[in-house]
């Protein structure tokens, strides 16, 4: 069965600086998402892509993230000047497009901030 | 007063008990509601989704939604340890949806 893949599955940084976290989303769907989850908390919606832009961002989504699809698999998440509070399981997911809700994600990737 | 609620648990059941899971809402604008499982360091895994009142069956699964009462329900028959993990409820009224925390489910041999 297809699946979203995502890398690296951990990664650890250094407060200040910029991470890329990197999906690669199930080739037929045509829309892409980026969830975070903080340790103990629910998974919370940072940005949905679709047709090479965003279509919609949440209040966690400010100037210090940034997507991009540079290919036609990849899907990225940069999030510039780290902070301590970034730490948390980054998970990606796509979904076909045929207006049924059921997203697919992938297993994370799981960022610490030191 | 939260969007979505959802006790985490822990749950714990022996073998081959019927589960119950809950989540109770508040935004009567939610149109679709569904349930992900959660293994331990993997991503939330999609089991079922319904659009309407009333009960969605699937093997061992049933998803129940009770949108007068703002009410939905996941029950396990026949559970395994197998299904030991976390399940999200997660539910919208767009293509966004709004997670529950999270019950933490173990089933016990």
């Known amino acids: 069965e297809p699946e979203v893949t995502q890398t690296p599955s951990h990664q650890v940084t250094q407060m200040g600086q910029e991470v890329i976290l990197r999906c690669v989303p199930i080739?037929?769907?045509?829309?892409f998402y980026w969830y975070r989850q903080i340790l103990g908390q629910k998974v919370e919606f940072l940005v949905s892509?679709?047709?090479?832009?965003?279509?919609?961002k949440s209040e966690i989504f400010d100037d210090q993230f940034s997507v991009e699809r540079p290919d036609g698999s990849n899907f990225t998440l940069k999030i510039r000047s780290t902070k301590l509070e970034d730490s948390a399981m980054y998970f990606c997911?796509?979904?076909?497009?045929?207006?049924?809700?059921?997203?697919?994600f992938g297993d994370g990737t799981r960022l610490s901030i030191l | 007063q939260k969007e979505v609620e959802q006790d985490p648990g822990p749950l714990s059941v022996p073998e081959g008990a019927i589960v119950s899971l809950n989540c109770t809402y508040s935004?009567?604008?939610?149109?679709?509601f569904m349930w992900y499982r959660q293994y331990s360091r993997k991503g939330p895994e999609l089991l079922m989704y319904?659009?309407?009142?009333g009960n969605k069956e699937d093997g061992r699964f049933t998803a129940q939604v009770d949108k007068s009462s703002k009410y939905i329900s996941l029950f396990i028959r026949d559970s395994q340890p197998s299904d030991s993990a976390t399940y999200l409820c997660?539910?919208?009224?767009?293509?966004?949806?709004?997670f529950g925390r999270g019950t933490s489910l173990i089933v016990h041999p």
């Open positions: 997660a539910m919208g009224g767009s293509y966004i949806p709004t």
């Open positions: 319904t659009y309407s009142s």
């Open positions: 935004n009567s604008a939610f149109q679709y």
């Open positions: 080739s037929n769907h045509l829309y």
């Open positions: 997911a796509s979904s076909d497009g045929s207006g049924q809700p059921a997203q697919h």
């Open positions: 892509f679709y047709n090479n832009e965003i279509s919609e």
